[in-house]
């Protein structure tokens, strides 16, 4: 679970008045963390929480590309104004929310489905996605405090952030240069943090093909 820090993280952004949005939460009690909540602007402007109440989220930016993706497939799932939880008895794995609060040419569009487990490709896939941001975006979070404040634990986190990489599952990769810049130009961090820092930096500058 992350460890929030003060002036690291931002207040709550105006980037979502006014604009399409989509929301997903995750509650699921004895999980760490128990909950969870994504938000996506149509400008692709993201907040993470791990607390309804939270002020203080951590931000990140999808690129063009995510957003379209992420949008499309609630477009495909009809904006969520139709039931997705699967008829099959399965384990439970949480309860899902999934909104959508936009407008078209016709007037507002709104929806909202809860559900547990879907057999729906674009709802497992829509669902997929949320999780990934959730995970890089606690990555960003733990990578923030080591670098500030556990010099030791950096490499720990970079690991983290290097297996998410080689498991396809990192987006808004831009949201990590900055940190890896500092961390690979910075003596004060063990050599073996600055060279992985600085390799992951340059694979997210030049992705691998």
């Known amino acids: 679970m992350r460890a929030w820090l003060p002036g690291l993280l931002l207040c709550v952004s105006a980037a979502f008045a006014g604009d399409a949005h989509l929301f997903f939460s995750r509650t699921f009690p004895g999980s760490v963390p128990p909950y969870l909540e994504v938000r996506v602007a149509q400008g692709g402007d993201g907040e ?9 989220p951590v931000k990140f930016k999808l690129s063009q590309e995510e957003t379209a993706t992420v ?26 929310l999934l909104r959508y609060d936009g407008s078209d040419e016709k007037g507002d569009i709104k929806g909202e489905v809860k559900f547990n487990y879907s057999e729906d490709l674009a709802a497992r896939a829509l669902v997929d996605w949320f999780e990934r941001m959730a995970e890089c975006a606690d990555i960003h979070g733990e990578l ?30 831009p ?4 940190m890896l810049d500092r961390i690979a130009e910075n003596e004060t961090y063990m050599h073996t943090a600055r060279v992985l820092a600085a390799e ?9 093909k």
């Open 48 to 56: 993470y929480r791990e607390a309804q109440d939270e002020a203080l």
């Open 71 to 96: 949008f499309d497939l609630a477009q495909k799932l009809d904006y969520f104004r139709h039931a997705l939880e699967s008829p099959a008895k399965v384990a439970f794995m949480g309860t899902k």
């Open 144 to 173: 923030e405090r080591t670098a500030k404040y556990d010099h030791l634990g950096v490499k720990h986190a970079l690991d983290s952030l290097a297996a998410e990489m080689d498991n396809h599952r990192v987006v808004a990769s």
């Open 175 to 178: 949201q990590f240069l900055q």
């Open 200 to 208: 992951l930096a340059s694979e997210i500058r030049t992705p691998k």
